[in-house]
């Protein structure tokens, strides 16, 4: 017997897929093979029509829904959205969810060994893009025998490499949901991760990235990395409501302990992240994202970008999100429109900020339920 | 000769004042005597009726205005406002600037001598609160003979202290000039404060606050906290208008070099801040911003707080700042409505965020010029 919801997808067992074909980078690189931690749910039909691909964001990972075992105190990243009856419904969807190259749950990236030295690659490993991405990903769908997905689905830095799947593969792509994202990401999101990298960087443990072999890993910078994250992960409002300022004696310490809740909380988060992340793999999202702008090689014209695309658009945005604020998702969808492409826009009520596109909004499910049902209608 | 412009207060030299009284602390600890930095410009009139008090924020000090010699790249850092025919005018008020208590400009702070040890402060030195400045400030009045302040003004953290005048000590300030203020900071904008913190008590060349005898300063943390505070006084707005995404080189490089002119921008901010603040005093300013809240011995009630208040309030919000928003602002005038006080209100159209109330924007400083006019007036 099992204790898991109906509604789940159950237990899930990742497996390492092995790309051997060689993969040219935008850095000039190549890697002769990489490795790739992928979980799947549901069935992939007969005519391979009905998969999706989740596309991971910042910190995200293969493990999107289900649990790994009884133990499991909680089940995957996006399980609330990804199951039987949900609105990625495995009962009709085949769902493809992977770590991404660089990524560092199992997947190619710095942690892992580098075969030309047999230590871990850390500062070694190229620095990607969301191109790179998208060309891994490509080869992962070859390997699985999805030529077409009926759908590939992201937020935030996960919806950059949907846009990024619509322009480069066109006809590898009927559905594209881009939730939570931006066609780039501003000077003042290029200056968090700046102060993220830099928290890092200067972390005496880190070691110019070599602390594999150190026995110490860069806590402190990571941490900060975390707590800044967090602060643009949650609208001012959230912070205010889940937190307020309240102290957590009755009167002020005067020193430098604990005080505010809010403080607790994002002590307990950057250390938890600690844990479970590792720091190259952190400064090698933060320049993805950074480096992430379609447009660029269509001089600056994000329409032009998109008239490569032959897939319907879904873009979703979030009242509260700052981050990647509601304007930043009508640049995408006008781009779209003067493009002449099909796309729909939702603009989600939302309280929690950036951090609602992993919510179970009953709006928000609703716009992605209905819209995916289109997804199985055959190619245009 | 020199070569000071005509309505510059011209070359100015700060001095140090000692305060003999003993001044007890919200801490519950005294301070037996204490030093000040202190610039004066203009001249106090013969009832000592026209005197202005300038309250700074997190990491400004005494030279608001003026030169301290020939070769001073810069003048204060409020010079645009302050001089003859500027609109704090020092042609008709005598305004005093100080190093709050707890600064590192040469008052008593973190960085000076411990009398009882012989040793910098360091970490032994108290945490104070915004009502402990207002006492401290008051003492300093004292001496100067100046029995009631024609005006108080201050931005940010300065306004705080306004504010904290007007309910203390009511008598002796005819007018509050609160700029780019709050009644009390965010839960958010604790977070930031809280980052800004850990990157500095994890540095480990803060060696526990007592560096100054291990000939290092905590460098990397203190860059943080600052490069953290820089984006937060910028609006998006005013970070895209002013670094866009530009590239320093025409392509990306792949490592973590200065890429975009933004991080460019933050390291240099962040060095020259290491070059000049102490990371001690900038822990305690960031606590006293933390602690205000007027409202909460009034039993949250900031109405009740300003009936306490006999002075005549301006109140001054920017529309782009987003630290301290004009939604805080409005929630300091509907409280002095509330309590039957007599405030005007003034929303600035700006571009560049919390930073605009050092800016010298026409509309900001007709108001401020006008408002200032009434000051002279006498005592109600």
Not at 46 to 62: E, F, P, T, Y
Not at 116 to 144: E, H, M, N
């Amino acid at each position: 017997m099992n204790a898991y919801p109906a509604d789940s997808v159950g237990r899930v067992v990742p497996r390492k897929i092995a790309i051997e074909q060689p993969l040219a980078l935008d850095c000039g690189r190549t890697l002769p093979r990489h490795e790739l931690m992928v979980e799947t749910y549901g069935t992939l039909n007969a005519d391979a029509s009905n998969a999706v691909l989740i596309c991971h964001a910042l910190s995200g990972d293969h493990h999107a829904a289900g649990y790994h075992g009884d133990d499991d105190r909680k089940p995957g990243w996006w399980d609330n959205c990804i199951g039987p009856g949900k609105p990625i419904d495995t009962a009709r969807f085949y769902v493809v969810s992977l770590n991404n190259l660089g990524g560092c749950r199992g997947s190619t990236g710095p942690n892992s060994i580098n075969p030309d030295t047999g230590a871990p690659w850390g500062p070694d490993f190229p620095l990607l893009t969301v191109r790179d991405w998208v060309r891994s990903q490509a080869l992962l769908a070859d390997v699985l025998g999805i030529r077409q997905w009926a759908a590939v689905i992201g937020g935030s830095l996960g919806g950059m490499q949907v846009m990024q799947w619509a322009i480069d593969l066109p006809e590898r792509i009927r559905h594209a949901v881009v939730i939570a994202s931006a066609p780039k990401i501003s000077a003042q999101n290029i200056a968090f991760n700046e102060i993220a990298r830099q928290a890092i960087l200067s972390d005496p443990d880190f070691h110019g990235g070599r602390f594999y072999g150190e026995n110490v890993v860069p806590s402190r910078g990571l941490k900060l990395a975390r707590m800044l994250g967090h602060i643009t992960y949650l609208s001012d409002q959230a912070m205010r409501a889940k937190f307020g300022r309240e102290l957590k004696a009755a009167t002020p310490s005067f020193n430098f302990d604990v005080e505010f809740e809010v403080e607790s909380y994002l002590r307990y988060q950057g250390q938890s992240f600690v844990d479970r992340f590792d720091a190259n793999t952190y400064l090698l999202m933060t320049k993805a994202l950074d480096y992430f702008d379609p447009a660029r090689e269509f001089g600056d014209d994000l329409a032009a970008a998109f008239r490569q695309a032959r897939a319907r658009f879904l873009v979703i945005a979030f009242t509260s999100d700052w981050r990647f604020s509601p304007a930043r998702s009508r640049e995408i969808v006008k781009s779209l429109v003067d493009a002449g492409r099909d796309v729909s826009y939702a603009l989600i009520d939302s309280q929690l900020g950036h951090d609602d596109f992993l919510m179970p909004l009953p709006q928000y499910h609703r716009v992605l339920r209905s819209y995916l049902a289109r997804a199985l209608e055959p190619a245009a």
